[in-house]
């Protein structure tokens, strides 16, 4: 089992910027990819960013050149950097991490872009 706890979320104004913060524990061996994923009221939970083992990333389309998504592997630690945030950006950001057999989610944490 693996274990993700989020933080960093909060209200900032649009061009602001936030630095989420994701913890994980438990069979981290197991692990070959993490990333972020957002859900905003009425919509489908889409993909931010994700980072596997090589140091290799992606982003979604709506984020690339604002967001950087990295990764500290000796800490447990996967962080998502968010730059000129946009209001279209609100949303519940989930932490996630693939191992071999499953996909695993933290409880996340709101993102909520406004002035």
């Known amino acids: 089992q693996v274990q993700l706890v989020e933080s960093g979320g909060g209200l900032v104004q649009p061009g602001g910027s936030l630095r989420l913060s994701c913890a994980a524990s438990?069979?981290?061996?197991?692990?070959?990819?993490m990333g972020w994923y957002r859900q905003a009221p009425g919509k489908q939970r889409e993909l931010v960013a994700r980072i596997i083992n090589s140091g290799s990333s992606n982003y979604g389309d709506s984020v690339k050149g604002r967001f950087t998504i990295s990764r500290d592997n000796a800490r447990n630690m996967v962080y998502l950097e968010m730059y000129n945030l946009k209001p279209k950006d609100t949303a519940v950001y989930y932490c996630?991490?693939?191992?071999?057999?499953?996909?695993?989610w933290g409880q996340g944490t709101q993102v909520t872009v406004s002035s």
């Open positions: 438990g069979s981290i061996f197991s692990i070959y990819a």
């Open positions: 996630n991490a693939d191992s071999v057999k499953r996909g695993y």
